[in-house]
C-alpha cells in the first residue's frame, strides 16, 4: 500500500538533546512537508522540499534542520535551540508544489513531548 | 498574509442533525481549498478540494461549496462515526507558488447518538 510513514510515533526528549524524526513515502511525490500542531492552533508549516537536495525554510524553522537526501525521506531534527519543542509533529507529501492539483496527504503523525 | 478561520471552534449535534461548518479565507489569489478530517491523535485525511467559487463536492454524508470567501462543510444527517476536527486549508495561487497551505484551527465535531 502506497503512504506515508512517520516515527517514533511518541518520542521524549531531554532538556539540551536533538532528536531526530523520521518520515517515508513511498508514494513517488516529489515535495514533502513538515507541520508542527499545538492544541487549538492549526498546522504550522516548518520546512518544505520541492525537490531532492533542496528544501526551503516554512513559518517556523528557528530550532530546526531537515534533509532532503533521497526523494523518499525527510527527516526532521528537532535541535536543544527549539525552545518549546513538546508539538504533535506531521510530515506530509504532494505530487508537486508547483503543480495545480495540490493536495498533500499526511502521516500519523509524532508526538513529542520533552521531559 | 493569508488567514483563514473557521466557525464554530465546536459544534455538538445529536444523530440524524444536519449542519453546517464555516471556513472564511484571505488570499491574494486562491490556487485551492482543501478538506481534511482528523481524527484525535492521527494524521489528517484529505476530503475535498475546491478550486473556484461555485464549486461543489461531495463524499457520503458530506458536501463542500464555495464561494469567493467563505466554504461550506455541510453535515447530513451525521452518524456519532463522523466525529472529528474538520481543518479548512487554502493555497495561495500568488507569492512564490509553491505548495504552500495555510490552515484555519479547525471545527471539533460531535455527533451524539
Known amino acids: 500500500d502506497g503512504g506515508i510513514t512517520q516515527s517514533p510515533k511518541y518520542l521524549f526528549r531531554k532538556e539540551g538533546q536533538n532528536v531526530t524524526l523520521s518520515c517515508e513515502q513511498n508514494?513517488?511525490?516529489?515535495?514533502m512537508y513538515w507541520y508542527r500542531q499545538d492544541p487549538g492552533q492549526g498546522l504550522r508549516l516548518i520546512y518544505y522540499?520541492?525537490?531532492?537536495?533542496?528544501?526551503q525554510k516554512g513559518d517556523i524553522a528557528e530550532g530546526y534542520s531537515v534533509s532532503r537526501e533521497k526523494k523518499e525521506s525527510f527527516p526532521l531534527t528537532v535541535t536543544s535551540a527549539q525552545k518549546n519543542p513538546t508539538a504533535f509533529y506531521l510530515c506530509?507529501?504532494?505530487?508537486?508544489?508547483?503543480?495545480?492539483?495540490?493536495?498533500?496527504?499526511f502521516g500519523p503523525g509524532t508526538r513529542l513531548t520533552v521531559l | 498574509e493569508d488567514q483563514v478561520t473557521q466557525s464554530p471552534e465546536a459544534l455538538r449535534l445529536q444523530e440524524g442533525e444536519s449542519s453546517s461548518l464555516n471556513c472564511s479565507y484571505t488570499?491574494?489569489?486562491?490556487?485551492?481549498l482543501f478538506w481534511y478530517r482528523q481524527d484525535p491523535g492521527k494524521g489528517p485525511e484529505f476530503l475535498f478540494t475546491?478550486?473556484?467559487a461555485g464549486e461543489e463536492k461531495e463524499k457520503e454524508r458530506l458536501k463542500a461549496t464555495l464561494t469567493k470567501k467563505e466554504s461550506f462543510l455541510h453535515i447530513t444527517a451525521p452518524k456519532p462515526e463522523d466525529s472529528a476536527t474538520y481543518l479548512c486549508?487554502?493555497?495561495?495561487?500568488?507569492?512564490?507558488?509553491?505548495?504552500?497551505?495555510?490552515f484555519g484551527q479547525g471545527t471539533i465535531l460531535t455527533v451524539h447518538p
Open positions: 506530509a507529501s504532494s505530487i508537486s508544489g508547483w503543480s495545480l492539483y495540490n493536495e498533500q496527504f
Open positions: 508514494l513517488n511525490h516529489d515535495a
Open positions: 522540499s520541492q525537490i531532492v537536495n533542496d528544501f
Open positions: 488570499v491574494s489569489g486562491l490556487r485551492g
Open positions: 475546491l478550486y473556484s
Open positions: 486549508a487554502v493555497q495561495d495561487a500568488g507569492g512564490t507558488s509553491y505548495g504552500k497551505l495555510t
